[in-house]
């Protein structure tokens, strides 16, 4: 059931909040026992808040938008009571985590209940959401395949039924990747847009958070929950734009599709998003000038930001990192700093060349990931013809994108006989509204959905 | 004359003692491969001439 539907029946007395969490409790561990995608559950909070839900409806107030959904973080966010763990064992050892973190607290205020912490690759650093510490975690679609990362456990929980709605982080395509891989609706919103207090960082020139669930209509639900100001978060913007839950008319809207750069991965991703475009009626071709670069920018500036954030740890913890994250961080903090600062007013220049494209175009399609999720332990994807390490190359395209720090939705496409790939809806700075509209309309035509099983 | 390789590697140790980091080359060295990936894509950006008056991009209000 998806939180929109779960809400009017817990409006209507149809179901009781404490009931129906139990019940999801109860089931919770089996369903997560093949996907490895909790790594807490925090049922005791969650009971508690379930009967704060019925007692307010009890007293006849009126219930706020996600009242009574259960939800979980991606393990990066702080939750009081829990260490925070960032998917890591060194961070195991700090204390638990004091409050919620910013966003928890703005799901909760709307009603969402916590039901616990989901894994990731460690600190972020990763798009296969295979961690050394804690196990991979599982494909929902196909357990023999990865989830993505960095933010696994919230892919496979959401594309598992195990909860309609998840919060995540994405640097690089962390929140774009798993969704895509996973078969479900993931945005990442515009850098800046929502607050990130109390989430453990990873670069925080890139680091934007965001909701993933099972359908658009919770996309919005969310998205207009977690929007406003975070005295914690000096990027945070506090820009409150509220999307209409009801389908927009997107006849007006034009939209190109992403060559070039975009163009490099297998048949299948460049058949989903034609798939999309025939649906949206788009013809038109469009190209994102010195592409290639603004990623190689973002690769650098991640090892780099990274690399210098954890400089205290892999002085101390040199052998608790895994060793594919330690070896980039290592390498970024030890990089010469003239490398940081020209990814840095790179940055500015390719914004300045890209953002032109929005006077002609409302919306971007692009594919999200190159290839659909390989089986677990894959290390090299052909591109072109051409074997590639998989970890970095799953992010091709979503990390230029994230520079820019434009808004995306990554929408689910199944064609015939494959595993879902992922199409990106890319739009302006602060035009989440026009990518989320075309995502409902593709919804609702039945071009695109998540493949969640009714385990709710 | 050095190739670029021991350049990188020299470089490496040298720096890792100043920042007092544990790191010690190995036969396969991931910290270096990694490094050689930024100097590759870093010499791509540093050839990209761009206006001294560009301001850089990181966030910042007063």
């Known amino acids: 059931m998806n939180a929109a539907a779960l809400v009017r029946d817990l409006r209507s007395g149809d179901i009781c909040a404490v009931e129906y969490i139990e019940g999801l409790l109860a089931r919770l561990p089996d369903l997560n026992a093949p996907l490895n995608a909790f790594s807490k559950i925090t049922g005791e909070r969650a009971l508690r808040e379930a009967a704060a839900v019925d007692a307010a409806r009890q007293r006849g107030e009126s219930l706020p938008a996600l009242a009574g959904v259960p939800f979980a973080v991606k393990n990066l966010f702080d939750i009081e009571g829990v260490v925070t763990l960032a998917g890591s064992r060194i961070l195991a050892k700090n204390p638990p985590a004091t409050s919620d973190a910013h966003l928890i607290t703005q799901l909760r205020q709307a009603g969402a209940i916590l039901i616990g912490a989901l894994h990731m690759g460690e600190f972020a650093y990763d798009f296969t959401g295979e961690n050394v510490h804690y196990g991979p975690t599982h494909n929902p679609i196909d357990t023999s395949r990865i989830a993505g990362g960095s933010s696994s456990g919230s892919g496979a929980a959401v594309g598992g039924g195990l909860v309609p709605l998840a919060l995540s982080s994405d640097t690089n395509g962390s929140i774009r990747v798993p969704s895509a891989l996973c078969g479900i609706f993931g945005l990442k919103p515009t850098y800046g847009r929502l607050g990130r207090g109390g989430t453990f960082p990873f670069v925080m020139s890139l680091d934007h958070l965001g909701p993933m669930a099972a359908s658009v209509a919770d996309l919005v639900l969310a998205h207009n929950a977690l929007q406003g100001p975070d005295p914690h978060d000096p990027a945070c913007s506090g820009r409150v734009d509220y999307v209409s839950e009801n389908a927009t008319d997107i006849s007006p809207l034009r939209g190109a599709i992403l060559g070039g750069y975009f163009e490099q991965g297998d048949e299948a991703a460049q058949a989903a998003v034609a798939q999309l475009a025939q649906a949206l009626k788009v013809n038109a071709r469009a190209e994102i000038p010195h592409v290639?670069?603004?990623r190689s920018a973002a690769y650098l500036m991640t090892s780099a930001e990274g690399g210098q954030l954890h400089l205290s740890r892999l002085k101390?913890?040199?052998h608790d990192f895994e060793p594919a994250v330690r070896d980039r961080l290592s390498a970024g903090a030890l990089s010469p700093a003239a490398w940081l600062q020209?990814?840095?007013?790179?940055?500015?220049y390719f914004c300045e060349q890209a953002l032109p494209l929005f006077e002609r175009y409302d919306f971007l399609l692009a594919?999200?990931?190159?290839?659909?999720?390989?089986?677990?332990g894959t290390q090299t994807i052909k591109l072109n013809g051409v074997d590639l390490p998989l970890r970095p190359n799953l992010g091709l395209y979503t990390q230029p994108i994230s520079f820019l720090g434009w808004p995306v939705?990554?929408?689910?496409?199944?064609?015939?006989?494959?595993l879902p790939l992922g199409v990106q809806i890319i739009t302006a700075p602060w035009r989440e509204d026009i990518g989320l509209g075309v995502a409902q309309y593709l919804e609702q035509a039945g071009v695109v959905r998540a493949a969640t099983p009714a385990a709710l | 004359m050095s190739e670029p390789a021991d350049i990188a590697q020299t470089y490496l140790e040298?720096?890792?003692r100043l920042l007092n980091l544990p790191y010690t080359p190995q036969a396969e060295d991931g910290v270096l491969r990694a490094f050689k990936v930024?100097?590759?894509?870093?010499q791509s950006l540093l050839d990209f001439e761009l206006p001294d008056?560009?301001?850089?991009a990181p966030v910042f209000r007063p």
């Open chain 1, 409 to 418: 939705v990554n929408v689910p496409v199944y064609l015939p006989g494959r």
């Open chain 1, 367 to 376: 594919p999200t990931t190159p290839v659909a999720a390989p089986p677990i």
């Open chain 2, 14 to 16: 040298q720096a890792a």
């Open chain 1, 292 to 294: 290639a670069l603004g």
């Open chain 1, 342 to 348: 020209s990814a840095q007013r790179f940055r500015r």
């Open chain 2, 38 to 42: 930024n100097q590759r894509l870093a």
């Open chain 2, 53 to 56: 008056t560009l301001e850089p």
């Open chain 1, 316 to 318: 101390k913890n040199w």
